[in-house]
Nanobody, 125 residues
Framework: VRLMESGGGSVQVGGQLLLSCVAS???????MGWFRQAPGKEREGVAF???????IYSDSVTGRFTISKDNTKNTLYLQMNSLKPEDTAMYYC?????????????????????WGQGTQVTVSS
């Protein structure tokens, strides 16, 4: 599985961005999600979607971010609204085989073998 993100950029507080992640290779029965990592901080699981379509979000983005997937285009999205300076980070798309949903539930970066190269999001006040 190969993943390639796009859509990052610089926005002001309260703005919005749409991140995309195109996946090549088999992604069935998988968990796909978005992590982010700010300088000096650990990689954080932000939003995840199971092959069933169910979604999981971190508390820090619930109500502001929406994860979705277009299976016809093999593309994962992250719509980010009401952006805050603390959302500034490198955002990574990740995926792995997850037939029972455990990887999505745990949101642990060490559980994922497939990663994109990252796309930078910067929110300024």
């Amino acid at each position: 599985v190969r993943l390639m993100e796009s859509g990052g950029g610089s926005v002001q507080v309260g703005g919005q961005l749409l991140l995309s992640c195109v996946a090549s290779g088999y992604t069935g029965s998988s968990c796909m999600g978005w992590f982010r990592q700010a300088p000096g901080k650990e990689r954080e699981g932000v939003a995840f979607i199971r092959s069933t379509g169910s979604t999981i979000y971190s508390d820090s983005v619930t109500g502001r971010f929406t994860i979705s997937k277009d299976n016809t285009k093999n593309t994962l999205y992250l719509q980010m609204n009401s952006l805050k300076p603390e959302d500034t980070a490198m955002y990574y798309c990740a995926a792995d085989y997850d037939p029972y949903g455990g990887r999505c539930i745990r949101r642990n970066p060490s559980d994922f073998d497939y990663w994109g190269q990252g796309t930078q999001v910067t929110v300024s006040s």
